[in-house]
């Protein structure tokens, strides 16, 4: 299967994914020493409040909509636009929020806060990777795209990029690593992050 997959973009995915989660990291670090009301943390929450009520696999089956076909579609649209990183605005938010919210439990609750973080790094891991691996694909897509549209402008043209080619390439990046990936996620998201946090509670 990793035969049919350019290893470069698996390569990619990993830098985009160490950036993604140093900045993680800092902006955790960051709101741990912003001192928000109570409401506002609420308001952070609120945003997954719909597929937070749902249980068991219906809960799987939410995130997986979400995470596994309506977010990809979004940054697939966004990257068919000639502007450079766009697609990335998706991982960018799936990256900032829980940050920020655990930047504000710590702030509320440090023992908690931590047991929290630990219960979310195996489905972060798993999630963010296959959007990393996505936009990894999407990369190449996009530049394709932004060099006909800009030689559109130009009197000395530079090489085009295949976009059948990158557009196949997304199709099976998809398919074969990012999906599943995104599937796995929704499951320990679900399971193992409430066992871990009620575990080390």
């Known amino acids: 299967m990793l035969k049919s997959i350019d ?19 800092i902006t955790t670090l960051f709101c741990y020493f912003v001192h928000p009301s109570i ?32 977010v990809p579609l979004q940054m697939f649209i966004l990257a068919l636009l000639p502007i450079p990183y766009l697609y990335l605005i998706n991982i960018v938010v799936t990256i900032l929020m829980p940050g920020i919210m655990f930047g504000f439990i710590l702030s509320f609750d440090l ?31 996009n530049k394709a795209i932004t060099r006909r549209f800009t030689n559109l402008f130009r009197k000395s043209k530079k090489e085009n990029y295949a976009i059948k080619v990158n557009l196949i390439n997304v199709i099976k990046s998809y398919v ?18 409430n066992f871990i946090f009620e575990w080390m509670s």
């Open 7 to 25: 290893l470069d973009i698996v390569k990619r995915a990993v830098k985009i994914f160490i950036v993604a989660t140093i900045c993680v990291i």
């Open 39 to 70: 409401n506002d943390l609420k308001n952070m929450g609120n945003a997954s409040e719909k597929i937070g009520e749902a249980k068991g696999l219906e809960k799987v089956w939410k995130y997986i909509v979400n995470n596994g076909f309506q």
């Open 111 to 141: 023992h908690k806060g931590l047991i929290g973080c630990i219960a979310f790094i195996p489905h972060y891991t798993f999630e963010v990777m296959g959007f990393c691996i996505l936009a990894s694909a999407l990369y190449m897509l």
């Open 176 to 193: 074969l690593i990012a999906l599943p990936l995104i599937i796995i996620a929704a499951f320990l998201e679900t399971y193992v992050a």
